[in-house]
């Protein structure tokens, strides 16, 4: 009898003491391992300060919010108890970001050459320069600029604004693109709203231009390793517009729906849908086709198109700067132009990834693909995809 009340004395004490060291306070919060970033972002990331509760303090999901900037990698965290307090040392690895990259697409009559010069933690600060020059030959020469600032806006907004500047020589035109826009992360959710100039100068010097007003709603549950992420990514854009020469207006709607899972040890199952529905003008449309969904199809100009895919990913070589995969895809799908009838394109393709771990960039991904209602092969590479 004198044995149990023991155990159950010695037990509550356990649980008391566990209670007590849980409600400690925070002492000190010490950032170890950073080179090029600013402590402060990582102190935008976590979620308590100095003289919290440390029970308010969850470990699982800072680590995932570093993983999730694509810049950052968790290093060891470790603990120290002093008296009443408990101090907290984070060890923080950072990924290469400051990126010269080439970008090659090469889908059937469609290649794409580009250059990018990319940082993604620009003066330390997590903020994004985006600078690019390509050439299509579907749509000719393009440069551009684009920055993200995620702290500059007060109420925790992030800043976006760029412009873009493309030269049609097919259809002798000169296209110009700016644009501004705020937005804001949540946890799990991210609203996006623009508003964007586009302006077409053919050589006769007459001009269409437009005012868009795209609108971004974007889900993520995912879970973040340092190279690959699974879950689920769910993502609306409304974009209307007003064609201020002819004095209408029209609409443009894309969706996306992407689920991924590792069934087994280092196996992945994916499922993808998308699909746009567009009433505008002709000079808006955009080409469908060699990217996710549709790589069984030589891009096309498209004002309606959705179609869908299932892929099965294995991981079977992980070391030290990189995860590389195989990859094996069915896709089945569908495109509508000028009011046309839809035309329908599915097949099976196959391909190898290459996710880099220290460095802050998406993947590279060589792809083969076979249209059986056309009886065509189609070859791409793509250098900046991502999963």
């Not at 969904?293 to 990189?322: I, K, M, W």
Request: negative net charge.
């Amino acid at each position: 009898m004198i044995k149990n009340v023991l155990v159950i004395l010695f037990s509550f004490l356990g649980i008391f003491a566990f209670s007590m060291e849980d409600d400690r306070v925070i002492g000190s919060i010490s950032i170890s391992g950073l080179k090029r970033t600013s402590e402060s972002v990582i102190y935008n990331l976590l979620e308590v300060k100095e003289g919290d509760r440390f029970s308010k303090f969850n470990e699982e999901c800072f680590k995932q919010e570093l993983l999730k900037t694509g810049i950052l990698r968790p290093g060891k965290i470790s603990y120290n108890q002093n008296e009443d307090k408990v101090d907290i040392n984070i060890l923080i690895h950072e990924k290469w970001t400051l990126l010269p990259v080439p970008i090659v697409s090469i889908s059937g009559e469609n290649q794409y050459y580009g250059f990018v010069l990319l940082e993604q933690n620009f003066l330390g600060l997590r903020k994004l320069l985006f600078i690019q020059s390509a050439y299509s030959t579907m749509t000719g020469l393009s440069g551009g600029i684009m920055y993200r600032d995620m702290d500059i806006l007060p109420g925790d907004l992030f800043l976006l604004l760029g412009g873009f500047l493309s030269n049609n020589s097919d259809e002798s035109y000169l296209h110009t693109t700016g644009f501004i826009g705020v937005g804001k992360e949540f946890t799990k959710l991210k609203i996006q709203n623009q508003i964007k100039y586009e302006n077409f100068l053919f050589d006769n010097f007459e001009q269409n231009q437009f005012i868009c007003n795209p609108i971004n709603f974007m889900y993520t549950d995912l879970f973040y390793t340092s190279a690959m992420q699974t879950g689920t990514k769910v993502s609306m854009t409304i974009t209307p517009g007003w064609d201020i020469e002819e004095l209408v207006m029209f609409l443009k709607l894309n969706n996306s729906f992407s689920y991924s899972k590792e069934i087994f040890r280092n196996l992945y199952l994916s499922g993808r849908l998308s699909s746009q529905f567009l009433d505008s003008p002709t000079l808006l449309e955009e080409y469908w086709g060699g990217s996710d969904n549709s790589r069984t199809l030589v891009p096309v100009l498209s004002d309606q198109y959705t179609g869908g895919s299932v892929l099965l990913e294995y991981a079977f070589l992980d070391f030290g700067a990189a995860v590389v995969t195989l990859m094996v895809s069915y896709e089945i799908g569908g495109y509508q132009h000028n009011n046309d009838n839809w035309n329908i394109y599915t097949g099976p393709g196959a391909g190898l990834r290459l996710y880099l771990k220290k460095i802050a960039m998406p993947a590279v991904g060589f792809n083969v693909a076979y249209n059986t209602i056309d009886n065509n092969f189609l070859f791409s590479v793509a250098m900046g995809m991502s999963r």
